[in-house]
């Protein structure tokens, strides 16, 4: 089994619906990511958690909001979508110390129509 | 501030030719670097990673990058391309608090 999961792996929405997406993991890491891939513009940060009371914006957190519902699992919501959202998003996990490598879930591919 | 650049949007070789993708970094200290891959429809996939020690790190598929200080540059390099190779590479450095700073990526393209 995978060690970052994701779901859904793709979903079409429409504009001002709201939308969850959510990941598990089972590598024991402390530290999860959402971050979000356009083309041209690589991967950027939406919103990163070091434990389930520790949680903080990334780069580019507007229009998103998250939830660490326990130490395994990490959920991003998008309150009300937007065509501009449309985008592929990754969950990742990392652990305190070492050298910063961090594993990376499948991804979600999201439409907002 | 902190950023990485990758110069090369598309690369297209041929099978059994060498591979070089360039990555350069701006960073007020040593970063600690990665290369991670991103074939169609998958995810990220760790290839290798500097953090300190030998310049020239040793990853996984055949893979290596030499860290160079005085460029400021971090570049993957394989000595035989294989089809399989054809993927998205994605250059990273850690800017701290494990965060991770991605370059644009480079889409490489593998002619039989």
């Known amino acids: ?113 | 501030a902190q950023s990485v650049t990758q110069p090369d949007i598309h690369i297209t070789v041929s099978e059994g030719a060498s591979l070089e993708l360039r990555c350069n970094y701006s960073y007020g200290a040593t970063p600690y670097l990665f290369w991670y891959v991103q074939s169609p429809g998958q995810g990220l996939q760790l290839l290798l990673k500097y953090f300190s020690g030998d310049t020239l790190v040793q990853g996984i598929k055949g893979f290596e990058a030499e860290f160079k200080r005085s460029q400021s540059s971090f570049n993957l390099r394989k000595p035989s391309v294989h089809w399989s190779d054809a993927a998205e590479y994605f250059c990273a450095l850690s800017g701290g608090y494990n965060k991770l700073i991605f370059g644009a990526g480079t889409r490489l393209a593998v002619h039989p």
């Not at chain 1, 504009?15 to 979000?36: A, V």
């Not at chain 1, 356009?38 to 507007?62: A, Q, T």
């Not at chain 1, 919501?77 to 499948?106: M, V």
């Open chain 1, 1 to 113: 089994d995978a060690d970052v999961t994701q779901t859904p792996r793709n979903r079409i929405t429409k504009t001002g619906k709201r939308i969850m997406l959510e990941c598990s993991q089972t590598k024991g890491h402390d530290r999860m990511y959402w971050y979000r891939q356009d083309p041209g513009l690589g991967l950027r940060l939406i919103y990163y958690s070091f434990d389930v009371k520790d949680i903080n914006k990334g780069e580019i957190s507007d229009g998103y909001s998250v939830s660490r519902q326990a130490q395994a699992k990490f959920s991003l919501s998008l309150e009300s979508a937007i065509p501009n959202q449309t985008a592929l998003y990754f969950c990742a996990t990392g652990r305190e110390g070492g050298t910063d490598t961090q594993y990376f879930g499948p991804g979600t591919r999201l439409t907002v129509l």
